[in-house]
């Protein structure tokens, strides 16, 4: 973690959501579906903020799935859902782009590139996020710090030591 999956998701979110009939940003499901009724919880939200309605009845997973499909198929959505880590989650929320109208996004962020191949993504659809480069990541770090592209020379040393330190982590920085 740490390279700005979650940043990117939600900036790449807040910029076409307004575009689809309905949108919703699930955030750390990996946390957010533990529990008894932990994926319950996330259909309720998935469904509400979607179907922008105040209250959803959600009694089980299986009767969330059936009206995700029944009620999102002929919408277009856009879905993010951050931070996924295992196949469970991801066949009760958007197993299949059929439960979603025509022109849906999905997108889903997590740690396990093999999750996403499991659940049938193409290849050419998934975006590896990557650490800075030393080069980037210390003009990320010069213009969080001193607000310049460049560290100041008293600094040069330190800010450097800064950026190996942090491996090319934006978020460490």
């Known amino acids: 973690g740490g ?37 319950v919880e996330l259909q309720k939200i998935l469904l509400r903020e979607i179907l922008k309605e105040r209250e959803v009845e959600v009694t089980s997973v299986a009767r969330g799935i059936n009206m995700i499909k029944e009620r999102l198929q002929y919408k277009r959505v856009l879905l993010v859902l951050d931070d996924v880590s295992d196949m469970n ?19 889903i962020t997590t740690r396990d590139r093999k999750l996403l191949r499991c659940h049938g993504v193409r290849p050419d659809l998934i975006y590896e996020v990557q650490e800075l480069d030393e080069h980037d990541a210390l003009e990320l770090l010069s213009v969080i710090a001193f607000k310049r592209i460049r560290p100041l020379d008293s600094y040069a040393e330190l800010t450097k030591r800064a950026v190996r330190y942090t491996q090319g982590l934006p978020l460490a920085l």
Not at 89 to 107: H, P, T, Y
């Open 89 to 107: 989650q991801l066949n009760n929320l958007a197993r299949q782009c059929s439960w979603f109208g025509m022109g849906s996004r999905i997108i």
């Open 3 to 39: 390279v700005g999956k979650t940043t990117i998701a939600k900036a790449v979110y807040n910029s076409v959501a307004q575009k689809f009939d309905g949108s919703c940003f699930l955030e750390n499901v990996r946390e957010n579906s533990k529990g008894a009724r932990g994926l």
